[in-house]
């Protein structure tokens, strides 16, 4: 059984930083990817950023150059480090493991971009 745990959500101002990280557990092996989306109320949740099992990434037009994903020594951890903070972050952002035409989903973390 996969388990994905997200930390790190919480108020910051515009233009700010936070990073998130996402520990998953459980058997998975070979190809996979590790992401975050986000969703705010009334809207589809949308993919923000995804790290392949090889190491590519693909991000979200809206946070190119403000948002990076890495994963950690360990296969299981995922981080996303979000710069320069906008209004239009704020959302609750999930972590994501395919593997197997799997999608697993954590909890979600509240991220607040207010002032």
């Known amino acids: 059984q996969v388990q994905l745990v997200e930390s790190g959500g919480g108020l910051v101002q515009p233009g700010g930083s936070l990073r998130l990280s996402c520990a998953a557990s459980?058997?998975?092996?070979?190809?996979?990817?590790l992401g975050w989306y986000r969703q705010t109320p009334g809207k589809q949740r949308e993919l923000v950023a995804v790290i392949t099992s090889d190491g590519t990434t693909t991000y979200a037009d809206s946070v190119k150059g403000r948002f990076t994903i890495s994963r950690g020594n360990a296969k299981n951890m995922v981080y996303l480090q979000m710069n320069n903070l906008k209004a239009e972050d704020t959302a609750v952002y999930y972590c994501n493991l395919n593997w197997a035409t799997q999608d697993y989903w954590g909890q979600g973390t509240q991220v607040t971009v207010s002032s």
């Open positions: 459980g058997r998975f092996f070979g190809y996979y990817t």
